[in-house]
């Protein structure tokens, strides 16, 4: 188919006690503890980093660094090579000089710190010595607004929004503070709304316009709010954005321990197991895992025909045949794919084709496939179709004007190649 909390004992003990309501609350099926440990390592890393963060702030940098080696040695892939990096960012930022005042210093200091999402303790670092009041430039700081959120004063952060919008020349921006603004006001009413939960995730968290999509801010509200969803349809809404998040992080065991449990809570929605079974056959086919691969790939397209993206199933059924030089029964179920009902111009969000091209890809590789049987009459038959009959759509001029050509040398080559057979 087509990637928290305070410095204190007590902050701490909340995160825990986070940890533990996530690795129950929303379990359908007994986990094993590796599993359990799985669903909520995202959450037991935000956390340590922030506290780090928190130290960093109390200019306890060597304790900082302690946790980070800690966090290096303890956390999975990918929590703990990000431990590694900030370690190196914090040495190399103190580094910059010695003067604590050095505004370069301040400034990666508090860049640090947000990446941590220890935004308290970024909005410490750029107040003025001696006072809790902000300057005009802390104000006027691109990211004064999302940290006033992102410390739980709503409040400030809504005015300082209101302040931005009222100011801001700039269409782009003037649409972006305007919706941070509705999505703050309209919030309160909203905690337990899974629908409004993830448009806040895509507004504010993946927006990437103040920030770099924040991962780990949209997982905690995600999770937050899972446990509130309505119906099956929310509920796996919530589930397909957690997997979203957890991918962009490079987190894979997370990712699979959180498949996991949509699939055993969502197991009788045809779409959801179409969606875990193509994924699983997917990463089995990078791995080399063959029949394992086509074992997935064979109960989507054996066992859920009226599925929108059976034509994934069938493909990839007929692609690991190929890829075990499986000719014959390969191109057999390639052909499936012509007279059934696919969507050749159905849209992936997820992958670099934004058209499905189904027919246009099983025309293709039917070619393939007769040219390694040393068929080259059939191969050129199959490769024309592609190029008259099924033809390659896309939204991408690049992509339309590289596959055109490719299939145009395809082309001349089985020409020749059947003229020296003749």
């Known amino acids: 188919m087509r990637r928290v909390f305070g410095g204190t004992i ?6 825990i006690g986070i940890a533990v309501a996530l690795a129950t609350s929303v379990l359908a099926e007994p986990l094993s503890s590796d599993s359990s440990r799985a669903l909520t390592n995202w ?19 060597s304790e900082a660094t ?27 930022t103190l580094k910059l000089s010695t003067n604590r005042d050095d505004p370069q210093r301040i400034r990666a200091l508090v860049e640090l710190c947000t990446d941590l999402r220890a935004h308290k303790a970024a909005l410490r670092l750029v107040m003025p010595s001696g006072t809790n009041a902000p300057s005009e430039d802390v104000t006027e700081e691109g990211m004064y607004a999302w940290r006033l959120f992102e410390s739980g004063d709503a409040k400030s952060a809504l005015a ?114 179409v969606s875990v079974y193509l994924d699983r056959g997917k990463k089995a086919y990078y791995k080399k895992d063959l029949p394992g691969a086509q074992a997935f790939y064979k109960k ?24 075990q030089q499986k000719y ?13 009902k696919v969507n050749d111009y159905l849209m992936d969000q997820e992958s670099s084709e934004d058209c499905a091209n189904y027919r246009f890809k099983a025309a293709i590789r039917i070619s393939e496939c007769s040219e390694a049987k ?16 099924y033809k390659f759509v896309s939204y991408c001029k690049d992509c339309l004007r590289e596959t055109r050509k490719n299939v145009d040398e395809r082309v001349k080559r089985l020409q020749e190649a059947g003229k020296k057979t003749d």
């Open 374 to 389: 040393k068929d080259f009459a059939k191969a050129l038959e199959y490769v024309l179709l592609a190029r008259d009959r």
């Open 160 to 273: 300082e929004y209101e302040r931005r919008l009222a100011k801001e020349e700039v269409d782009i921006w003037q649409n972006y503070y305007r919706e941070q603004v509705r999505l703050i006001k309209e919030r309160p009413a909203n905690l337990t709304n899974a629908q409004f939960a993830i448009e806040f995730v895509k507004e504010h968290y993946m927006k990437g316009l103040e920030t770099q999509a924040d991962l780990f801010g949209a997982m905690v509200e995600l999770t937050r709010v899972l446990p509130f969803a309505r119906d099956a349809k929310d509920s796996i809404a919530v589930y397909q954005n957690i997997l979203k998040c957890l991918a962009g992080l490079g987190d894979d065991i997370g990712r699979d321990a959180w498949q996991e449990k949509l699939f055993n809570e969502h197991k009788s929605d045809p779409e959801v197991c």
């Open 300 to 323: 989507v397209s054996s066992g859920y025909p009226d599925s929108p993206f059976w034509g994934d199933g069938q493909y990839g059924l007929g692609l690991v045949l190929q890829e």
């Open 43 to 61: 959450l037991a890393a935000t956390s340590s980093f922030k506290h780090s963060g928190d130290l960093i702030a109390d200019e306890k940098y």
């Open 328 to 340: 014959d029964e390969a191109m057999a179920e390639y052909a499936k794919i012509f007279p059934s």
């Open 66 to 92: 302690a946790e980070f080696n800690s966090d290096t040695a303890s956390f999975p892939v990918p929590y703990g090579t990000m431990a590694a990096q900030f370690a190196f960012r914090l040495d190399s």
């Open 10 to 15: 007590k902050a701490l003990t909340i995160g």
